[in-house]
């Protein structure tokens, strides 16, 4: 299939499905129109490199608050199982 990033006319090969790959490169066109901003006189390649920075920092971003939650959970969970075993051990017969 076909795509088009910055006015650049690209081949994917892909199994994905078509509508996916048409809004990745939606999503990157949005982030090197980002980068680009009111400045029209940046390079595509510089507006790409920025793309990719800004795209790395939302990624790297979302993975440490993934990290934030999975740490949150795993202490929740804890805490609940302490206080199970704590009423387990309170009840007749325990």
């Given at each position: 299939m076909k795509v088009t990033i910055a006015g650049q006319s690209m081949s994917v090969?892909?199994?994905?499905?078509?509508?996916?790959?048409?809004?990745?490169?939606?999503?990157?066109?949005?982030?090197?129109?980002?980068?680009?901003?009111?400045?029209?006189?940046?390079?595509?390649?510089?507006?790409?490199?920025?793309?990719?920075?800004?795209?790395?920092?939302?990624?790297k971003q979302l993975e440490r608050r993934q990290a934030e939650l999975l740490r949150e959970v795993r202490e929740r969970s804890r805490r609940i199982l302490r206080h199970l075993d704590s009423e387990a051990s309170r009840e007749p017969g325990a």
């Open positions: 090969r892909t199994d994905a499905d078509p509508r996916y790959i048409k809004s990745l490169a939606a999503f990157v066109e949005d982030k090197m129109n980002a980068a680009r901003g009111p400045a029209k006189s940046a390079t595509t390649l510089h507006q790409a490199l920025l793309a990719a920075l800004h795209i790395a920092d939302d990624l």
